[in-house]
DNA sequence: GTGGGTGCAAAGTGTTTGCAAGTGT
DNA sequence: ACACTTGCAAACACTTTGCACCCAC
């Protein structure tokens, strides 16, 4: 997502703040400051981390209470990687569509869309009686340029 | 899946018990044909409970020693419905391919497969430079009879 | 007999919450 | 001023583990 982007996603958020009449604290800059700054995946740990860099006074307590309003909002979405912990996405806002592809040789994670797929999910939707509201797709795969090079163009592995 | 393919699986699953020196105890007896005895998806929890109506003396350290055992095995699949605890889906061992279609009318589950989805799946993968290894589709839908009908054919709802 | 298996209870781990003090509006 | 927020530490819920005894092979 381009800078740009982040950036009007981060004013639809405050809004959002603002509507439900919360509060912007210090903390509460920080931490959303972080996550409309990055487009990596991030733990609750990590953006507590990430967070007391910009903030020293951010507790993990706050970083646990901001995150369900990220989440509610549509802004960010929690992701199950089946690794030990929960993942966050921060570029939902702009994708919500989006698809994850997970490497399993460097643990990279590409993010991807498409349109035939989206229909496709539409109509198996329909033909067993339902109507789509969300999906998520995540494609667990192996680097060819590993296999053919012995090193992978996403991280020396 | 059929009575016959669950006791195949079992079959497969003893083997596989066998082939790594572990032992059959009345324990992991009781858990095993709670497993291949069911089609519905279930918790660490639930399988607890049903493994101790089967045997009193099952122990939840046991069952939580078990699970990794179906799940490593290939027999079980372990699910992340975004509910509050871990599902575990028992129907995993002839079906290696299902998705699952969630209703948020009733929390019905619906299991599908689709051979145009996996093609689409692959093709995707090739193309980001991948091959695919394995996936996993949630569709979050809601229920197109409640809304006509104001009732839900899967549940009460 | 031996090495894996068991239940129990204690320890872990990630997340939530009660409380009293602090602060944005 | 008032209601929302905060950090802290205790509480939680789920899962894992150390231990001494047990039992399948």
Same mark, same amino acid.
């Given at each position: ?5 982040k ?10 703040? *603002? ?11 920080? !931490?959303i400051?972080?996550?409309? #700054? ?6 609750? $740990?990590?953006?507590? $981390? ?7 006074? %951010? ?16 802004? %960010?979405? $929690?992701?199950?990687? #089946?690794?030990? &912990? ?7 806002? $702009?994708?919500?569509?989006? &698809? ?17 797929? *989206?229909?496709?999910?539409?109509? !198996? ?24 090079? #012995? ?7």
């Amino acid at each position: 997502m381009s800078v740009a982007d982040k950036e009007a996603a981060k004013k639809r958020f405050l809004e959002f703040i *603002e509507s439900k009449n919360l509060r912007m604290t210090s903390q509460r800059q920080a !931490i959303i400051d972080t996550v409309f #700054g990055t487009d990596e995946h991030f733990t609750a $740990e990590q953006l507590l $981390e990430w967070s007391k860099e910009k903030d020293q006074s %951010v507790s993990r307590a706050t970083v646990y209470r901001t995150l369900p309003l990220l989440v509610e909002s549509g802004f %960010v979405q $929690e992701m199950d990687l #089946g690794r030990e &912990n929960k993942y966050y996405d921060p570029n939902y806002a $702009e994708h919500p569509h989006h &698809n994850h592809l997970i490497c399993q040789d460097c643990d990279k994670i590409v993010e991807f869309e498409d349109e035939k797929l *989206e229909e496709l999910e539409e109509a !198996i939707s329909n033909r067993l009686g339902f109507s789509l509201r969300t999906q998520k797709l995540q494609i667990s795969a192996s680097c060819d340029q590993l296999k053919k090079l #012995g090193a992978c163009k996403n991280k020396s592995c």
